[in-house]
């Protein structure tokens, strides 16, 4: 696609009830990161994805959250038992990176985000 | 672990002017990368500029420019002419030898008329 795609655009759930928001990287783009952004705050990082292995998990706040990426492509972070701590902005990024240290690369594109609200 | 500090939650300068934002990381790679990124209120993350760390020289990007200073672990950003699109929040970042990349809590950044 033209931009890095999340969906949906705007989340309202319980407490305690389990939500997936998707991310759509840009075709071809190799890495994928989440971050979550609580109001007028900076960004918080989650995770990130080489491909489908994520490399480094240790920005999940807790075992309630968790995410993957299949075909190199779409990834879902999942939220399970949600508290109201959990609401937020949570953006995806992706960008292109070629093998090596210095190979070429993108900036960050980042998606338009899913605002979630937990109830 | 590498962390990145913002330590200006806010700033306001005069259009027209010049400001300076600031931005500490520690870390103990000796390669890495250092980004700025803009995020105006329709909260669309925009790449200002980037630094590689083993390139001495400051990067420019037109009226933006940075002050990198590696033994101090400090890269600050100067806005020369201030225009009143340049309102927005400034999200300093630092991009590990494994690709994380991980962002300060950034700068609001007000242009007064």
């Known amino acids: 696609g033209a931009g890095v795609s999340q969906s949906p655009s705007n989340k309202v759930t319980e407490k305690g009830k389990d939500v997936e928001l998707r991310c759509d990287p840009i075709?071809?783009?190799?890495?994928l990161y989440w971050y979550r952004q609580s109001l007028g705050q900076g960004l918080e990082f989650l995770i990130y994805f080489q491909g489908n292995s994520a490399p480094d998990k240790s920005g999940l706040p807790s075992d309630r959250f968790s995410a993957e990426r299949t075909g190199g492509s779409v990834s879902t972070l999942t939220i399970q038992r949600t508290q109201q701590e959990d609401s937020a902005v949570y953006l995806c990024?992706?960008?292109?990176?070629?093998?090596?240290?210095?190979?070429?690369?993108?900036?960050?594109?980042f998606g338009n985000g899913t605002r979630l609200t937990v109830t | 672990a590498q962390t990145v500090t913002q330590s200006q939650p806010e700033m306001s300068v005069q259009e027209a002017e010049t400001v300076t934002l600031s931005c500490t990381y520690d870390?103990?790679?000796?390669?890495?990368?250092l980004f700025w990124y803009k995020q105006p209120p329709s909260r669309q993350m925009i790449l200002v500029i980037r630094?590689?760390?083993?390139?001495?020289q400051n990067a420019t990007e037109n009226r933006f420019s940075v002050n990198f200073q590696k033994a101090a672990k400090s890269f600050s950003l100067k806005i020369s002419d201030s225009q009143l699109g340049d309102a927005a929040m400034y999200f300093c970042a630092y991009r590990s030898r494994d690709d994380k990349i991980i962002f300060g809590k950034g700068t609001r950044l007000h242009i007064l008329p």
């Open positions: 870390t103990s790679e000796s390669d890495y990368y």
């Open positions: 990024a992706s960008s292109f990176r070629s093998p090596g240290y210095r190979g070429a690369d993108s900036p960050l594109h």
């Open positions: 075709s071809g783009h190799t890495a």
């Open positions: 630094q590689e760390a083993y390139k001495q």
